[in-house]
């Protein structure tokens, strides 16, 4: 079992950027694929991007294509999501998950996750 804390959200203007940070404690962290997901009022839970155990598959959703960047530090327990160039619409509470599978764009996959952070952008 894995426990996730997510952290680095906050208020940004449009355009501007945010890292956050998802630390996990657990046996077998760099055994677990790790996925980032967000969420709004009224709206099924969204895929951002997730990273393979081995760090050797990692993909986006193609709405952040291009503008997030995750990465993955096994010796520190800790995956980042880099987002540059946010945008209103990115606004929402991103949730951290993690899943002893192979790469998935699934939240139904996962079988941890972190009690959130919000990230709101202002137009």
């Known amino acids: 079992q894995v426990q996730l804390v997510e952290s680095g959200g906050g208020l940004v203007q449009t355009g501007g950027s945010l890292r956050l940070s998802c630390a996990a404690s657990g046996r077998t962290f760099s055994s677990y694929v790790m996925g980032w997901f967000r969420q709004t009022p009224g709206k099924e839970r969204e895929f951002v991007a997730a990273?393979?155990?081995?760090?050797?598959?990692?993909g986006y959703a193609e709405s952040v294509k291009g503008r997030f960047t995750l990465s993955r530090d096994n010796a520190k327990n800790t995956v980042y999501l880099q987002m540059n160039r946010l945008q209103p619409e990115d606004t929402a509470e991103y949730y951290c998950?993690?899943?002893?599978?192979?790469?998935?764009?699934?939240?139904?996959?996962?079988?941890?996750w972190g009690q959130g952070t919000q990230v709101t952008v202002s137009s």
């Open positions: 990273i393979n155990w081995d760090g050797l598959n990692r």
């Open positions: 998950a993690a899943a002893t599978t192979w790469y998935s764009t699934s939240s139904g996959t996962y079988h941890y």
